[in-house]
């Protein structure tokens, strides 16, 4: 049983335009949700977190968005770059009772 | 460079056997934490260890056991492999042994490939 779904596989988006990749849970006891992105062999990284207490965190180009009431978030990368072409990942927490659950990932390609 | 180191990168070998993955946590880190990456799937927890002691098990198989030693490393035993056991195997690693704010650290991974 998924608790962290990612249900698009891939997105494709011009250089320069937004890029919104979007996360769906079901587990209401996560209360601090991450972001991850992968390139191709390397391991995931940190990018951008946000607890349950706020609805929005932004770091730079990036922002991510909580709507807990439909159990959502999303990160949004404005303006796109080619070096954000990646694998996002995103991952929940539920006040540290288990270590990070994962979504399966979404290929993001910018197109210069 | 995240300061996890994974060896081997690379393995191939056939099915019925046991292999060996290795970590080394980053300087000060006291939890380790092994990940699988099947195809097409997400990273699934296998199981956490905190200063030499199991945390936290995930969707482990019998067929695969862990354990963290007094120098802090890592290492992922995994016996008579299956064709399905194909997979990147990622060790991370985080100071915190309760998940803190969840942000973990992880190594290149192992690709492991059974014939």
């Known amino acids: 049983d998924q608790q962290v779904k990612q249900n698009s596989p891939s997105l494709s988006v011009q250089e320069g335009r937004i890029s919104i990749l979007n996360c769906d849970y079901t587990?209401?006891?996560?209360?601090?949700f991450l972001w991850y992105k992968k390139y191709p062999a390397e391991g995931p990284t940190f990018l951008i977190s946000?607890?349950?207490?706020?609805d929005k965190n932004e770091d730079g180009r990036f922002t991510v968005f909580l709507n807990k009431s439909a159990k959502h978030l999303s990160l949004h990368i404005v303006p796109s770059q080619p070096g954000d072409s990646a694998v996002y990942f995103c991952a929940a927490l539920d006040g540290g009772n288990t270590p990070l659950v994962f979504g399966k990932g979404t290929r993001l390609s910018v197109i210069a | 460079d995240s300061g996890v180191t994974q060896t081997p990168k690379h393995l191939i070998t056939a099915t019925g056997q046991r292999v060996t993955l290795r970590c080394s946590p980053r300087s000060g880190d006291l939890s380790v934490y092994w990940y699988q990456q099947s195809l097409d799937q997400g990273l699934q927890f296998l199981i956490q260890?905190?200063?030499?002691?199991?945390?936290a098990k995930g969707n482990i198989l019998e067929r695969f056991s862990a354990q963290q030693f007094p120098d802090l490393h890592s290492e992922l035993n995994l016996s008579s492999l299956e064709l399905g056991d194909s997979a990147l195997y990622f060790c991370a690693s985080s100071a915190s042994g309760t998940g803190g704010t969840g942000e973990l650290f992880f190594g290149e991974g192992s690709r492991l490939t059974v014939l």
């Open positions: 260890y905190y200063n030499g002691e199991e945390r």
């Open positions: 587990n209401s006891m996560f209360d601090y």
């Open positions: 946000i607890s349950s207490i706020k």
